[in-house]
């Protein structure tokens, strides 16, 4: 089941910052940040570690240092 939700440009843009592949969907995004934001208060090192790791990775991808599934496939002899 899905549902629309009503939110401002900014608010659409900050989570647009939060994208690690152009067709992310909001859905991945906001289950992204709210797993962040609950982990945050409970171990907080950990949070430090998952935003770190976060944005390392995001960094490969817009360097285009990346797999697509077919060639991880191929390199996993699937």
């Known amino acids: ?3 629309t939700i009503k939110l401002q440009e900014d ?4 989570l647009d910052q939060f994208r690690e592949y152009k067709n992310e969907s909001y859905d991945e995004v906001i289950k992204k940040v709210v797993f ?3 982990n945050a ?4 090192k950990l949070s430090k ?3 770190q790791a976060i944005e390392k990775a995001r960094e490969r991808i817009k360097a285009g240092k990346f797999l697509t599934e077919e060639q991880a496939r191929k390199r996993l002899g699937l």
């Open 49 to 51: 570690e998952a935003v």
């Open 1 to 3: 089941m899905a549902t």
């Open 41 to 44: 208060s409970k171990q907080p």
């Open 36 to 38: 962040i934001a609950k």
């Open 11 to 14: 608010t659409k843009g900050e």
